[in-house]
C-alpha cells in the first residue's frame, strides 16, 4: 500500500537513528506522496491535495517535520 511504502521510505530518510520515531522534513514527504500517488493511478489528485492541506495545517508542527505516526496512527489521515 502506499502507506506502507510511505512508513518505509520514512524509516529509511531518517535521520534519527537514536530509537524516537522515524521522521522526514514534510516537503520531502509531499514531493513523495504526490509522486507515489500519481504513479499508482488509483488516488484522485484532489484526495492527495485534501491530505496533504489537512497534514500541513493540522498535524505539523513548528520543526516542519512529519512522523509515521503522523500518517498511519491519525485516524483522519487517509493516504489511500
Known amino acids: 500500500t502506499i502507506t506502507k511504502t510511505l512508513k518505509i521510505v520514512c524509516e529509511v530518510l531518517s535521520r534519527d537513528h537514536n530509537g524516537g520515531l522515524p521522521r522526514i522534513p514534510f516537503s520531502t514527504f509531499q514531493f513523495l506522496y504526490t ?23 493540522e498535524v505539523i508542527g513548528p520543526d516542519g517535520l512529519i512522523t509515521v505516526n503522523d500518517f ?7 493516504l489511500e
Open 35 to 57: 509522486y507515489i500517488a500519481e504513479v499508482d493511478g488509483e488516488i484522485s489528485a484532489s484526495h492527495v491535495s485534501r491530505m496533504l492541506n489537512y497534514i500541513e495545517q
Open 72 to 78: 498511519t496512527q491519525n485516524p483522519r489521515v487517509r
